[in-house]
């Protein structure tokens, strides 16, 4: 059974107990949470999941060891995953083209969207580091042609071109495309694409459900006063308002 139906069918059990809005008492939750049964595999596949997706390598090979859990990609694709991203956050967008390709060329053949932006963040590094010149060729030769195909692309190419009008860029709206994180933007895209490419999940699917936990607890707010996890790193049950 999906996490998202156990903490569905859990929450619709305890809004059914809940249908004025009732105090239920921390004894009462856990007692009712012991209950939810989950299987120590189906935690450990959730783990793993969340080590591959993000690319720890060595955690991910030291839990395959010691819980028996086997990932659902080959752990050596992760290394190679982890150099075409730290590449663009480093802003060394061709070696993380070339890297690509070296992957699976398929990926940046059948995504003209990802190529026009690793494109872009190639010209963004020129743009960087005061390379006038080879920038404005660059975004003749390799980026107007695809401004030319597709308007989003060309109102991309634009804003990034502007950069250039503006010797201090602070003063430039389009400004942030020189921060570090429009760096991680593009690096977060490669990785997704690559990802996608191995069939696994872009995104790992812990985070989706906490999200789930949010909404479920805002759920059972109006029907219940019932111990809360407001922190999610600790996962303290903090006890009901009276």
């Known amino acids: 059974m999906s996490h998202f139906w156990i903490v569905l069918g859990h929450l619709q059990s305890i809004e059914a107990m809940a249908t004025s809005k009732k105090v239920i008492t921390k004894e009462e939750w856990e007692k009712k949470l012991k209950d939810v049964r989950i299987r120590k595999e189906d935690m450990n596949k959730l783990?793993?999941?969340?080590?591959?997706?993000?690319?720890?390598?060595?955690?991910?090979?030291?839990?395959?060891?010691?819980?028996?859990?086997?990932?659902?990609?080959?752990?050596?694709?992760?290394?190679?995953?982890?150099?075409?991203?730290?590449?663009?956050?480093?802003?060394?967008?061709?070696?993380?083209?070339?890297?690509?390709?070296?992957?699976?060329?398929?990926?940046?053949?059948?995504?003209?969207?990802?190529?026009f932006h690793l494109q872009q963040q190639r010209l963004i590094e020129l743009i960087r580091y005061g390379k006038v010149e080879e920038a404005l060729e660059f975004a003749q030769e390799?980026?107007?042609?695809?401004?030319?195909?597709?308007?989003?692309?060309?109102?991309?190419?634009?804003?990034?071109?502007?950069?250039?009008?503006?010797?201090?860029?602070?003063?430039?709206?389009?400004?942030?495309?020189?921060?570090?994180?429009?760096?991680?933007?593009?690096?977060?895209?490669?990785?997704?694409?690559i990802l996608t490419s191995q069939s696994h999940e872009k995104d790992p699917k812990l985070p989706s459900l906490l999200k789930m936990l949010v909404w479920a607890q805002n759920q059972l707010d109006e029907k219940a006063a019932y111990p809360r996890i407001n922190d999610l790193s600790t996962a303290t049950l903090e006890d009901p308002p009276v």
């Open 142 to 193: 390799e980026l107007a042609p695809r401004g030319e195909e597709n308007q989003g692309f060309l109102e991309e190419l634009e804003k990034t071109v502007a950069l250039l009008a503006f010797e201090d860029v602070k003063n430039c709206p389009y400004g942030d495309l020189l921060d570090v994180s429009q760096r991680l933007k593009t690096a977060s895209e490669v990785n997704a694409a």
């Open 47 to 115: 783990v793993m999941n969340f080590l591959v997706t993000e690319g720890y390598v060595e955690a991910a090979e030291k839990f395959r060891m010691e819980s028996g859990t086997e990932p659902d990609v080959d752990l050596a694709t992760i290394s190679d995953r982890m150099a075409v991203k730290k590449a663009v956050q480093s802003g060394n967008v061709q070696d993380a083209i070339e890297k690509v390709n070296d992957l699976n060329p398929e990926i940046l053949d059948t995504n003209p969207q990802l190529y």
